[in-house]
């Protein structure tokens, strides 16, 4: 378990350094120009990316940034046949609701975000500028940006993973009754985690086996303390012996973690009608507008629940992570009635960590459940309980194996 989470911490580390490369270094000189800065959060998007730009009010007054939903905010403008021509993007279904004018008081800057028109603005690649004009006429350009195409990995990423989730999610819903996208996603994740279920059982196993031998582990380190050498070869020994693999239990999550990560933005930003460009053809003519998104007769699987759906998602994730070490837990305990006062501490660290962990990621999962979409915590909600009953039977059969039958004989 400790292994998997620091992998998927790395992960994200990876992931959010990635996504600061091709940062506008330029950014406060550029917003610090004239009354009205403008400068976008990057130089360069690939192609499908949320375009992020800034506006800074350098002014004594406080402006406003219009919203002319279903249009976009401020005027885009693209670089083409040797002249600058103005993009207009509209879209009918768009939930203006969740768009308003931005107000910007003096001396202070506001992020705003194209996420709404991605694909209708920025529809090839090429060079592009935003411009804002003010009542007086005058107008203030951004600095010029750049729409690349896609990497390899991009590109990958898209077409085998969020594509065939996306589309899945939206054909679930058009055959459901009432178009009900909570039932779609309940589905949805139920199908996907069966796929994933071989690789996840695999990495059950895989972490059972190490906690198994996890004392013997200590004892090698504790006898050949302060020798690394010899410790690594006695460690390496006692896996060939166990066969196990240190790595069986991050391997399957290496294979789940792009799906996920699909179906988890897929559940986020799928309602986009921007987005209906990534449907297959033979679904392009199902309306967006035509989806249920409420749950419960309560939920707007659209909007955020900070109370509901946070306490419940983290309770459910505390109760996995309970669960997943409770075996571990059993065993130590039996143990520590025969051990001296002198090893009484063997994976004393790691123990301590670990339940840190039962309790600290909870946490997290229900803060960022806090700041998501409904419908994401519905999956991860979803995601979670079928995670529990997967371990709930992994303990059983573990017990099963493990643990001998004790026939008692009566006395005549």
């Not at 790395?10 to 004239?34: E, H, K, P």
């Not at 410790?231 to 790595?247: D, G, H, L, S, Y």
């Not at 501490?345 to 999962?365: C, G, H, T, V």
Request: hydrophobic share 40%; aromatic share 12%; glycine share 6%.
């Amino acid at each position: 378990m400790k292994k998997n989470l620091l992998l998927l911490g790395i992960i994200m580390m990876m992931f959010t350094l990635l996504r600061g490369c091709g940062s506008n270094s330029d950014l406060n000189t550029t917003l610090s120009q004239g009354d009205i800065g403008i400068a976008t959060g990057k130089t360069e998007y690939a192609y499908g990316k949320e375009v992020k730009f800034y506006v800074q009010n350098n002014t004594q007054t406080e402006i406003t940034i219009t919203s002319d939903c279903p249009y976009e905010y401020l005027d885009v403008f693209e670089y083409k046949n040797n002249e600058w021509v103005q993009l207009s993007a509209e879209h009918d279904e768009i939930d203006c609701t969740t768009i308003s004018d931005i107000k910007i008081a003096a001396g202070e800057r506001s992020s705003l975000s194209y996420a709404k028109w991605t694909y209708s603005l920025f529809s090839e690649t090429g060079r592009y500028q935003i411009r804002y004009t003010d009542s007086n006429g005058t107008i203030y350009y951004s600095n010029e940006f750049s729409i690349v195409e896609t990497g390899i990995l991009t590109t990958v990423w898209r077409e085998a993973f969020y594509k065939p989730i996306y589309n899945g999610l939206i054909f679930i819903i058009e055959v459901m009754p009432g178009h009900s996208l909570a039932l779609a996603i309940i589905i949805l994740t139920l199908i996907i985690r069966t796929i994933l279920l071989v690789p996840s059982q695999h990495a059950i196993k895989s972490q059972k086996k190490l906690q198994e031998i996890q004392p013997k582990l200590e004892e090698i380190k504790q006898k050949y303390a302060g020798n690394q050498e010899k410790i690594a070869m006695e460690t390496m020994r006692v896996w060939q012996e166990n066969k196990v693999n240190p790595f069986g239990s991050c391997l399957p999550l290496l294979v789940q973690f792009p799906i996920l990560i699909a179906l988890f933005y897929t559940i986020k930003d799928g309602l986009n009608p921007d987005k209906i460009i990534l449907l297959y053809d033979f679904q392009k003519d199902f309306s967006l507008a035509l989806i249920n998104t409420n749950f419960l007769g309560y939920f707007d699987l659209t909007k955020i629940d900070f109370y509901f759906f946070p306490v419940g998602v983290g309770l459910l994730q505390f109760l996995q992570m309970k669960l997943s070490m409770a075996r571990k837990a059993k065993k130590n305990q039996s143990k520590e009635i025969a051990k001296t006062d002198d090893k009484q501490d063997f994976a004393s660290d790691m123990e301590r960590a670990n339940k840190m962990m039962i309790y600290m990621m909870p946490l997290m999962i229900a803060f960022f459940t806090a700041s998501v979409p409904t419908g994401v915590g519905l999956y991860w909600g979803v995601s979670t309980t079928y995670g529990i009953v997967q371990q709930i039977v992994a303990n059983r059969e573990g017990k099963d194996k493990t643990e001998p039958t004790i026939r008692v004989i009566e006395k005549q």
